[in-house]
């Protein structure tokens, strides 16, 4: 082989091992690539969990400085009602329920007619 050869083969050689470590080693660019990755997907991460964490600390204010909001947990968890008050719930896509027709008044006593459930209020007689 002719000398020159020998020493670029050998340059080359050389570079190649001090190159090594910056691409392929412990601390090398394809690991900080790697590394920037990762870190993106925590950070990314952590946004969301930083928004979960606000609206739970508001919900946690809510429930410390009111009543309000204690009444709408308790409401919407527990099903719970004040005394005297009336739920109604009303549910997306469920068929009505027909209205239940009274029994026959017996003869000769007027009854007054109830209020129907799923239709509009009876109008009053003309006088």
Known sequence: MNR??????????????LQWPVWFGKGGWFKVWEREG???KREEANAERKLRNGAIEA???????????I???????LGMVRQGE?????LEGAT???????????AGKAQAAPASV????AAAPAR
């Open 118 to 121: 799923s239709g509009p209020p």
């Open 59 to 69: 919900d946690v204010r809510d429930l410390q400085t009111g009543t309000g909001a």
């Open 38 to 40: 990762e870190l993106a």
């Open 86 to 90: 009336v739920y109604v719930q009303i």
């Open 96 to 106: 009505p329920i027909p209205a239940v027709k009274p029994p026959p008044a017996p």
């Open 4 to 17: 020159s050869r020998i020493i670029t083969l050998a340059l080359l050689v050389a570079v190649v091992l």
């Open 71 to 77: 009444e709408e947990r308790a409401r919407q968890e």
